[in-house]
């Protein structure tokens, strides 16, 4: 990205996506499908590893010493992606057994655009299979 000041939220979650697919495709994660979106909600990314679906959601902040990215999650956000999950599987015709997992990338930003730390937790958001 380039260092032309201040990026606005939609470029900075663009930003933070791309970052968040490159982070994965090195962890040897398989990308099958970005912005998966219907109208309950998003999944920023699903992939699998091995025998596991893994849907991911992404976010993005510039560094803030106040709080970390990850702590943007609310309950409401949980509750969506696990439906967003459901419907995933649905739709792609996968037994509802299927093994899966939401994990959250964490990405903080420094004010000049660049990268300064991913966090990737995994199985973050519980109640699934």
């Given amino acids: 990205m380039p260092n032309n000041g201040k990026m606005s939220s939609k470029d900075l979650g663009n930003?933070?996506?791309?970052?968040?697919?490159?982070?994965?495709?090195?962890?040897?994660?398989k990308i099958l499908e970005k912005n998966f979106k219907r109208k309950w909600g998003e999944i920023d990314i699903v992939g699998k590893k091995k025998n596991k679906i893994i849907f991911?959601?992404?976010?993005?902040?510039?560094?803030?010493?106040?709080?970390?990215p990850e702590d943007q999650i609310t309950a409401k956000?949980?509750?969506?992606?696990?439906?967003?999950?459901?419907i995933y599987l649905s739709e792609?015709?996968?037994?509802?057994?299927?093994?899966?997992?939401?994990?959250?990338?964490?990405i903080?930003?420094?004010p000049k655009n660049e990268?300064?730390?991913i966090r990737h937790h995994k199985n973050a958001i519980e109640d699934i299979h």
Avoid: H
């Avoid at 969506?80 to 999950?85: A, C, E, F, H």
């Avoid at 792609?92 to 939401?102: A, G, H, S, Y």
């Fill in 56 to 68: 991911f959601e992404v976010k993005t902040i510039i560094e803030n010493k106040n709080f970390f």
């Fill in 77 to 86: 956000k949980k509750k969506q992606l696990l439906k967003m999950s459901q």
């Fill in 92 to 106: 792609k015709k996968l037994p509802f057994n299927t093994p899966r997992q939401i994990d959250i990338i964490a």
């Fill in 15 to 29: 930003f933070g996506e791309r970052t968040a697919n490159d982070f994965l495709k090195k962890g040897k994660y």
């Fill in 115 to 117: 990268v300064m730390e």
């Fill in 108 to 110: 903080e930003v420094s």
